[in-house]
């Protein structure tokens, strides 16, 4: 059984920082893509991050890019710095691994965690 457990999430001011970061577990996912994908309430599932499988190339929705960075720690964790938050920002985010297409789904996914960024 394949887990992808968050962590990091919780109530912050506006400009203010939070550190997600996810362990995988049940296989390794030294050759897979891994990312952070946001539901705001109300709102789809959007794309946020997503590193390649060695970390050395990363993508970025536009409305973080220049505030959130992720990082591939080792072959099963994956962090996102998230800076400069805003309300906007509010929504949970969820862990991905085994990326498709890097920004448009994925075949594991955590189950979440509250990010909520207060005016």
């Known amino acids: 059984q394949v887990y992808l457990v968050e962590s990091g999430g919780g109530l912050v001011q506006a400009g203010g920082s939070l550190r997600l970061s996810c362990a995988a577990s049940?296989?390794?996912?030294?050759?897979?893509?891994m990312g952070w994908f946001r539901r705001a309430p109300g709102k789809e599932r959007e794309f946020v991050a997503a590193?390649?499988?060695?970390?050395?190339?990363a993508y970025y929705a536009d409305s973080v890019k220049g505030r959130f960075t992720i990082s591939r720690d080792d072959a099963n964790t994956v962090s996102l710095q998230m800076n400069n938050l805003k309300p906007e920002d509010t929504a949970v985010y969820f862990c991905?691994?085994?990326?498709?297409?890097?920004?448009?789904?994925?075949?594991?996914w955590g189950q979440g965690t509250q990010v909520t960024v207060s005016s």
């Open positions: 049940g296989r390794t996912f030294g050759a897979s893509d």
């Open positions: 991905a691994a085994d990326l498709h297409y890097m920004t448009r789904g994925a075949n594991y």
């Open positions: 590193i390649n499988w060695n970390g050395l190339n």
